[in-house]
């Protein structure tokens, strides 16, 4: 469901999911993004919507950290989370269309014939 690895950017993050909920300055939290370490953490004790919706919030932060946007508000990754969640759950295919105008890798090239 949820990947164990994310490219953003140039850089890849990993995805842990964790049993417990996350202890964060005496704060309980669902999830976090510790953009030193390149880590999303997510709790696994909510509903599955909620781990997606969880895992986009800290994906927009890891967004933000490396594009470097400055703009974006808590409040904002708030409200958007929920409706960005619900429009993945409602349209699955989705995933599938965009899997497939991923670049392919380039073919390696063999030896030239009539090279020395």
């Known amino acids: 469901m949820i990947p164990k690895r994310v490219k953003v950017n140039r850089r890849y993050y990993t995805v842990e999911m964790l049993d417990q909920t996350i202890d964060y300055g005496g704060h309980k939290c669902r999830g976090l ?6 880590i999303i953490y997510i709790s696994k004790k909510q509903t599955k919507r909620a ?33 960005l969640a619900a429009f993945f759950i409602h349209n699955p295919r989705l995933a ?21």
Do not use: N
């Open 33 to 38: 993004c510790d953009w030193d370490k390149k």
């Open 51 to 83: 781990i997606i919706s969880t895992f986009l919030h800290e994906l927009f932060h890891a967004i933000c950290c490396e594009y470097k946007i400055k703009t974006l508000t808590h409040k904002a990754i708030y409200d958007i989370e929920g409706p």
């Open 96 to 116: 599938k269309s965009i899997k497939q105008w991923r670049p392919q890798p380039a073919k390696k090239k063999g030896p030239v014939a009539g090279a020395f």
